[in-house]
């Protein structure tokens, strides 16, 4: 699907009021998974390895490709969080170019450019993809991968569109499953075309490079990957409540795109979209079975809500049998519905989403009085930050230090304390009711092998507790 000119400038305005929206959050440094990633890299880039010398939970793409950007711009947070937001802006690029050739290639619908560009802003603007496009959890490169391989078979690019599903395996094990949804609905419907020769490229693409990649990686590293990647997320417990309090924020904070999605429920010809309700009903069937899922997961089923979803709008405004007055005030209810829902999403991102971290500089001046040889430890997504901030080191390579290791019973917190007896440490730093300090064994452990140094608040992320060992 070529763009045309006016395709062009529709994109770039879009993208461009995007990035405006989430240009602060560049500059936003606070505790959060993504310094886990960015020290896992910062290892990598040092010649240390996943699973042999840390324990990582995913497939290794995000790391290796952090760690190039390392290599060659050194531990920056604005380029790791610009690399984040335009693996979302290719994202919605392919899923606009996607939606061009649905409609205008496939269909010859007349409103294909609305459509298109309907589906991009419902996308784009859906809360969860905006709060979260500048953070590197993973999910953007795994969107853009899973777009690419998705636009690539669906304009009949097999083989190709084969290996970049596998590079989106590599990237996150979600990825998978939209992608084997695309591999069943193309094998059946090559089985009755009897063309198999389609399917068979797509797959030796797809093994080409995830089957060799995750063949070598398990030869090399053996159980470590598979209890890292694999054996850790089956052991994860299910805790009360927690799935369903996921399901509520997505319903109430994305209600948007999942409402234009179920409009479709009311349009005539289905058919059309089957891959796509193929891609989105296996996802979601995916999400209801696991036991700790995160809001950010149902981001993958978002771009082909989206197209269908804007469709939907466009032809059940089509089909109303009102006179013309009627429809254009119909369609002023709608935009003013999205905007109504938009801008306090807005509001919110500037007011919250984008706040600084107060107690960073103070925590860090901390942190860096210490001798070379003392290592961190404490809470996942601060202490990689302090020590990414610092150049310290943390204790026994413990980066990933996500209590679920231990409630998973992945890790043995008593055998896990022997070794931490051995190291160096300087400072022990918990999230007051948050990751390890929920552990009553780890709090009991703080206390009595350090002493209670300082306390900290921040309005966003709550009290940090800093023991002095």
């Known amino acids: 699907m070529k763009l045309t000119k006016s395709n062009w400038i529709v994109f770039l305005i879009v993208a461009l009021i995007f990035a405006a929206i989430e240009f602060r959050g560049l500059f ?18 040092d010649g240390q390895l996943p699973y042999r010398n840390f324990f990582l939970a995913h497939p290794p793409l995000q790391i290796i490709i952090l760690a190039v950007i390392i290599k060659i711009f050194g531990v920056n947070f604005v380029i790791f969080k610009s690399a984040e937001l335009i693996s979302l802006i290719i994202a919605s690029f392919l899923l606009y170019k996607t939606s061009l050739g ?56 097999y083989f190709i569109g084969g290996i970049f599903a596998g590079l989106a395996g590599l990237a996150r094990f979600y990825a998978l499953v939209p992608m084997i949804a695309v591999f069943l609905f193309v094998f059946i419907k090559k089985s009755i075309e009897k063309k198999p020769r389609d399917f068979l490229y797509m797959i030796a693409g797809f093994l080409l490079i995830f089957g060799s990649a995750i063949a070598i990686i398990t030869i090399v590293f053996g159980h470590y990957f598979t209890d890292d990647v694999v054996k850790y997320h089956f052991l994860k417990p299910m805790l009360p409540n927690q799935r369903s309090i996921v399901y509520q924020h997505i319903i109430t904070e994305d209600w948007v ?20 309700y193929f891609v989105i009903f296996g996802y979601l069937a995916f999400l209801l079975v696991l036991n700790v899922p995160a809001e950010f997961y149902f981001s993958i089923a978002f771009p082909f809500m989206a197209i269908i979803g804007g469709y939907s709008v466009v032809e059940l405004i089509r089909k109303i049998s009102f006179p013309k007055p009627i429809k254009i005030l119909i369609i002023f209810i709608l935009i003013s519905i999205f905007l109504w829902n938009l801008l306090p999403d807005i509001v919110f991102l500037e007011k919250f989403g984008f706040l600084e971290f107060q107690p960073l500089g103070q925590m860090a001046n901390i942190v860096s009085t210490t001798k070379p040889s003392q290592n961190l430890f404490g809470d996942d997504g601060t202490v990689p930050l302090l020590a990414l901030l610092t150049n310290k080191s943390i204790a026994l390579n413990y980066i990933d230090s996500n209590e679920m290791r231990f409630t998973s019973g992945l890790s ?58």
């Not at 953007?140 to 078979?153: C, E, K, R």
């Not at 179920?262 to 796509?276: A, E, P």
């Not at 999230?431 to 009991?444: D, E, V």
């Not at 900290?456 to 023991?467: E, M, R």
């Open 102 to 157: 649905v409609f205008k290639d496939h269909f010859n619908d007349a409103n294909a450019n609305l459509i298109s560009f309907l589906s991009l802003v419902l996308f784009l603007f859906s809360f969860e993809i905006m709060f979260k496009a500048t953070f590197a959890l993973g999910i953007n490169l795994s969107l853009m991968l899973t777009m690419a391989g998705f636009y690539l078979i669906f304009t009949k690019r």
């Open 28 to 45: 936003i440094v606070a505790p959060g998974d993504e310094n886990v990633y960015f020290y896992m890299a910062k290892s990598v880039a």
């Open 257 to 276: 795109v999942i409402a234009s999605f179920l409009s479709s429920i009311f349009i005539k010809n289905k058919k059309r979209f089957q891959i796509f």
């Open 412 to 469: 043995n917190f008593y055998i896990f304390e022997g070794e931490l007896n051995k190291a160096n440490l300087s400072y022990i730093i918990y999230r007051k009711g948050r990751g390890l300090h929920q552990i009553l064994q780890f709090r009991q452990y703080a206390e009595s092998r350090c002493k209670p140094y300082r306390e900290f608040f921040d309005a966003t992320t709550g009290y940090f507790l800093v023991y002095w060992c």
